[in-house]
């Protein structure tokens, strides 16, 4: 493919990178609406919270373990051949879970799901960042970002609307056809390309970084489970999964090819923005994760209803992310990224007004509230690390975005999970005394559950009910604060840390950069 035929078809040549990160971010937020049914043992699997947590963290801890080293790859063997590969092994994961016979079998498709999406994700940046000259890139890295306010909005809805009319795993099947399509387009219209001098892989940190958040994962999980964080099976995973973490980052900041490069972190500015990122995801991840149990067990909506009450969210981020950078412009990243999180802050100390009865409006303006907030952080706080660091590494930079995101969201759905989990069986302990030993399990593990042994008891279940709402509402209060808290700290880094106001820079005689390129041509 020709040079200019690349530039005539780089708008095309967009979209179909961006129908490939939509499947990605579609993938999760359908997740999320199906999550209730999943549990369900007549309708879905009969999936514990925990297994439920794991369904999700299976797929963000291998994708963020991988993100790296599916970069290098794309580097050396060609983006584009990496990219379809990516894209197949999405659409047979996506098979696998959709007809999981069990909980377990569901987690390890999701987790060669997320062996899928690492491999797609890094691909989509590094293809446009090629494809496209310097005076339009920031406009296409703009509607590739905004696939993700799309999924947002859509992936909810579609899930609702799907299982409104078939079973649960058609939230995964659906996945297949739009692969299929994106790689006949990918095939046609992408260009190959890749890195002539690429960096050496690192499969050692690669798989010290992945067994330690998946131990430390699990550690965390279990403390929610067992409801005592001080026995051996809680303490003993938390601290292995933190001893290999802290000896991956001594790994990775002497060998010469690091898979994640800790010396990055040396950077104050940089530090701080990725802080803001993680910690910012960390809390929506988690509170996401408990509110979609609120909407269909305690409220009784159906998952399209449920899919619709996310809708503010994306709205505000599709307003406000647009407008982010004009704000950044006039204020200064530092301000901005900080009213953000305050905003966010705001929105999880307003789950405090969200009760069993409060009317349904309260929980939209919460949710919008939060959406304007994230939008205004992701912007600053993504421009001030690539800003941080010299243009040649720009790569590293988005990864390091990437990453920090992904792990975030696996450590606020285990942590901010775990928490719901704790004072929600704590609450409920004395109403389940009276039951069998597997009725009291199943209705102790989530409200899910506790519906489900409560209709199957039928007038007898009825005192049930009530407590544990209460209980699931105390236990959202609850983890809300403390993602509210952990929003805050993260408003008072970035107010410390990051810098303000920017010169501007003409995009028009910005340099091609130093890594040199060559396509498929």
């Known amino acids: 493919m020709e040079s200019e035929t690349v530039q005539r078809r780089r708008w095309y040549i967009l979209g179909v990178l961006t129908m490939s990160l939509l499947v990605v971010v579609l993938d999760n937020t359908i997740l999320n609406v199906a999550l209730k049914t999943i549990a369900d043992p007549q309708k879905g699997l009969g999936a514990t919270q925990s297994q439920l947590e794991w369904s999700i963290n299976s797929y963000t801890l291998v994708f963020a373990g991988l993100l790296f080293t599916f970069g290098v790859l794309g580097d050396r063997m060609g983006r584009k051949r990496v990219l379809i590969?990516?894209?197949?092994v999405f659409a047979v994961a996506s098979l696998l879970s959709a007809y999981a016979q069990s909980p377990a079998q569901l987690i390890w498709a999701r987790a060669l799901m997320g062996l899928g999406g690492a491999a797609v994700m890094p691909q989509t940046l590094s293809i446009i960042t090629n494809v496209f000259e310097p005076h339009e890139r920031p406009r296409a890295i703009g509607i590739w970002a905004g696939a993700v306010g799309l999924g947002v909005a859509i992936g909810p809805l579609t899930g609702g609307l799907l299982l409104a009319h078939f079973w649960w795993g058609s939230v995964f099947l659906i996945n297949v056809p739009v692969i299929i399509a994106g790689v006949v387009?990918?095939?046609?219209?992408?260009?190959?390309?890749?890195?002539?001098?690429?960096?050496?892989?690192?499969?050692?940190?690669?798989?010290?970084?992945?067994?330690?958040?998946?131990?430390?994962?699990?550690?965390?999980?279990?403390?929610?489970?067992?409801?005592d964080w001080l026995t051996p099976a809680v303490v003993g995973p938390i601290a292995a999964g933190a001893a290999v973490l802290a000896l991956f980052a001594w790994h990775e900041s002497r060998t010469a090819s690091p898979a994640f490069d800790v010396r990055l972190f040396g950077d104050a500015r940089m530090s701080a923005a990725v802080a803001a990122i993680a910690l910012c995801f960390f809390a929506a991840a988690g509170v996401f994760f408990f509110t979609n149990f609120y909407m269909q067990s305690v409220r009784g909506l159906t998952p399209l209803q449920s899919g619709a009450m996310v809708l503010p969210f994306a709205v505000a981020q599709l307003i406000f992310s647009t407008r982010s950078a004009a704000m950044v412009h006039r204020y200064g990243a530092k301000a901005v990224c900080t009213v953000g999180l305050l905003l966010v802050t705001a929105a999880l100390a307003g789950y405090q007004f969200v009760g069993v009865d409060t009317p349904l409006w309260v929980l939209c303006v919460v949710f919008f509230l939060q959406g304007a907030g994230m939008a205004n952080v992701m912007p600053p706080a993504t421009e001030s690390v690539m800003s941080a660091l010299p243009r040649e590494r720009a790569g590293a930079g988005s990864a390091i975005n990437n990453t920090a995101r992904q792990v975030a969201v696996a450590m606020g759905v285990a942590v901010l999970g775990s928490v719901v989990a704790s004072v929600y069986r704590g609450d409920l302990h004395q109403n389940l005394?009276?039951?069998p030993p597997g009725p009291r399990q199943a209705a102790g593990e989530s409200i899910a559950g506790a519906h489900a042994v409560a209709a199957r008891m039928g007038d007898a279940g009825h005192s049930l009910v009530g407590p544990a709402d209460a209980a699931f509402v105390h236990a959202m209060h609850t983890a809300a604060i403390a993602a509210a808290v952990v929003a805050f700290l993260a408003s008072m880094v970035v107010l410390k840390w990051m810098p303000g106001r920017a010169p501007a820079v003409d995009?028009?005689?910005?340099?091609?950069?130093?890594e040199q390129e060559t396509a498929g041509v």
């Open 85 to 88: 590969g990516g894209m197949a």
């Open 185 to 227: 387009l990918m095939a046609y219209l992408v260009p190959e390309s890749r890195n002539p001098l690429p960096g050496r892989l690192d499969p050692g940190g690669v798989l010290l970084s992945v067994v330690g958040l998946v131990v430390l994962s699990y550690g965390i999980i279990q403390g929610g489970e067992k409801g």
């Open 433 to 435: 005394a009276a039951l």
């Open 507 to 514: 995009s028009q005689t910005e340099p091609r950069g130093s």
